[in-house]
Every structure is written in structure tokens, then in C-alpha cells.
């Protein structure tokens, strides 16, 4: 969730990996240009093991509405960076 330069950057690492990634969620899905399905939150969101939300400034508004229409994983980027700093 979350297309800016932080999203754009995480996909960038994550597509060569072994990580598969179905789309992404951005407000601004129809000025998005990427190799990537890009769905907006209005939108029906497809089964997938986890959503990682970019925008970590505002993870608990997002994770909310997420919740709505999501019932998987709701990752943060913070907490995965910082569980991967202290391993």
C-alpha cells in the first residue's frame, strides 16, 4: 500500500526476489505508470498472504480502512525493518 518513491523503491528490491507480488494499492492508482496491477482502495482487493503499508506515517488510519475489505496480514514497513535490525 503505497506507490510513492518508498513503494516504488520496496518493489523495485522485491520483484527479482522470490517474493511474489500481485499489485499494489495507491490513492493515485490511475497517474501510476508501472509494470505492476495498481488498484485503488476503492477497489476489490485480491487474496494474498500479506499487504505492506509504506505510508507508515499513517499505518493505523490505513491499516483500518484496509481491514474493512482485507482480512490477512497487515505489515508495516517500519516493523519489518526493524525486526530485520535486530536479528
Known amino acids: 500500500y503505497g506507490m510513492g518513491e518508498i513503494g516504488s523503491r ?3 528490491e522485491l520483484k ?12 493515485n492508482a490511475e497517474a501510476i505508470s508501472a509494470d505492476l496491477k495498481i488498484i485503488t482502495k476503492e477497489e476489490e482487493f485480491e487474496e494474498v498472504d500479506a499487504i505492506i503499508v509504506t505510508a507508515t506515517f499513517a499505518f493505523a488510519e490505513i491499516e483500518e480502512e484496509i481491514q474493512k475489505k482485507f482480512h490477512g496480514t497487515i505489515l508495516s514497513l517500519d516493523d519489518i ?3 530485520l535490525s535486530i536479528e
Open 10 to 12: 520496496l518493489y523495485d
Open 16 to 27: 527479482e526476489s522470490c517474493i511474489a507480488i500481485q499489485y499494489a494499492v495507491d490513492q
Open 81 to 83: 525493518i526493524y525486526e
